[in-house]
């Protein structure tokens, strides 16, 4: 399919359906064109061209069928850039570099896009994705947030350990999985106890986020589009395998229900989101059993297609009329 003008570029991966065809569809039903780029076939299959001369410049992207032209662009819905994909009889030598060279080239070619309107920006996106700013401006916009440490020095999370009375729960600053069903590795949020402790000194090779764990009465995604707010909720805690991370949980354990947010959460969430940069988020609270919200994280390109699957949350639709602003 040749783009025609007024299209809509989804950057995505090619395990990505769910969302993406429901959003593709909201878009073509407003009259648009939905181009969808493989990111994890580039440069292989897919195939990216800049042209920048003293009077203008151009990009043009391929994947497959799917032919667009820069100047045909009228907004990029980046759900997730992924890793290259190299042919398999590249020689060894060359993966690293070949690996670095497209990743940079994508980042590069996306300021040839800057006139269209951005769902999420690519640079509100590397700076959301950082675990320590979103919990500070949580806190400032009237969050409340865990106490939480992040280290490589095994002597301060022992100390932390003690702090929080031994209720430490440890987490990675980095996503190593992507989709509704978390496919390929995958490392959940983890009770730390006092055995985990003894081999602590292994932080010195890769430092860990450690937060106070927060007793739960229901577990929150919170969806933002344009500061429409979307709230799903379950009670996974009430699970052995999900009291610490519902993702543990069996799927026939873990039920999705609409819920609300108080106005004051709600609009501390929409400033966050706002000082984060983000037209679109996800965000992870806790509701503690005597009321009380804790926020968690955010994520600028959190999954929500359970909430929209479950529930019926109209989430594509925003995102969608979002994209499709004139």
């Not at 280290?151 to 509704?180: C, E, I, W, Y």
């Not at 609009?267 to 000082?275: D, I, Q, W």
Request: with cysteine; aromatic share 6%; net charge negative.
């Amino acid at each position: 399919m040749v783009g025609t003008h007024p299209a809509v570029v989804i950057l995505t991966h090619s395990e990505d359906f769910f969302t993406v065809d429901r959003v593709a569809a909201a878009i073509e039903r407003r009259g648009l064109d939905a181009l969808r780029f493989d990111t994890d076939q580039f440069p292989v299959r897919a195939r990216l061209s800049a042209h920048l001369d003293a009077g203008a410049d151009a990009l043009a992207l391929e994947d497959g069928d799917v032919r667009v032209a820069s100047a045909d662009v009228r907004a990029v819905w980046l759900r997730h850039v992924w890793k290259p994909a190299l042919a398999p009889e590249l020689a060894a030598p060359f993966r690293d570099g070949a690996a670095r060279e497209s990743t940079a080239a994508l980042a590069a070619a996306w300021d040839l896009l800057r006139q269209a309107r951005w769902i999420n920006r690519p640079e509100a996106v590397a700076h959301a994705g950082n675990k320590l700013r979103q919990l500070r401006l949580a806190r400032d916009a009237g969050l409340a947030i865990p106490r939480t440490l992040l280290t490589n020095d095994a002597n301060q999370a022992r100390a932390f350990f003690a702090a929080v009375h031994g209720r430490m729960v440890a987490k990675m600053l980095t996503p190593l999985s992507v989709g509704m069903e978390a496919r390929g590795p995958f490392v959940y949020t983890s009770r730390v106890c006092e055995a985990d402790l003894a081999a602590a000194d292994g932080l010195r090779h890769a430092p860990m986020l450690f937060q106070e764990e927060i007793l739960k009465d229901r577990e929150l995604r919170v969806v933002a589009v344009r500061g429409e707010l979307f709230v799903g909720a379950l009670e996974a805690a009430r699970t052995a395998a999900g009291a610490v991370d519902w993702r543990r949980a069996d799927p026939g354990e873990v039920r999705w229900e609409r819920d609300e947010l108080p106005e004051d959460a709600a609009r501390s969430l929409r400033a966050l989101f706002n000082a984060l940069g983000l037209e679109f988020g996800a965000a992870d609270l806790i509701r503690t059993p005597e009321g009380r919200l804790v926020f968690l994280e955010a994520n600028p390109s959190g999954e929500w297609g359970m909430l929209e699957r479950d529930l019926g949350l109209p989430i594509a639709e925003a995102l969608a009329g979002a994209l499709c602003e004139s």
